[in-house]
């Protein structure tokens, strides 16, 4: 059974390999997962977030900065970064993330992750992005195109 902080090494370790395979190595089949840009995933659907965000974004760069978990690893938390290119806009982005995971025999069975949307939005789509933060419209649209992608995604995928 992994630790919970070597699972946290992990993840990031394989999202900047692009190794979504080992990504999805990391979480428990019945996951969930939220953050501003998806909602909330239920159902392991995690892994194929990680299966697709990794073959996608060609020149994603994951940095872990900093991490820890609680005594009995039940719990834990990351401070991480996301450099990529928005392939909607070809605007460059980096994304600053506070994590917070629980742990199921040292495999993650919820993670939230927090960022602010408006920054992240100024960056992937210039001025209207910033302009759209200042209204919960950025937040719906995101979220509406980034499950779309996803449901695509999942829908091929089970095609081949």
Known sequence: MPSSAATIQALYGALDRHDGEAAAACYTDDATFEDPAFGRLPGGAVKEMWRML???????????????????????????????TFTATGRSV????DAEFEF?????????DAFPLRRW????????????????????????????????????????
């Open 94 to 97: 980096l994304n600053e993330i």
């Open 54 to 84: 990794t073959e996608r974004s060609a020149d994603l760069s994951v940095t872990l900065t900093d991490h820890g978990v609680d005594d009995d690893g039940r719990t834990g938390w990351a401070r991480w970064s996301a450099t990529y």
């Open 121 to 160: 939005g100024a960056q992937a789509l210039g001025p209207k992005g910033a302009v759209l933060g200042l209204t919960p419209l950025l937040g719906r649209g995101v979220r509406r195109q980034a499950r779309a992608s996803l449901a695509d995604y999942t829908r091929a995928d089970d095609e081949t």
């Open 104 to 112: 199921a025999d040292g495999l993650i069975r919820k993670q939230v």
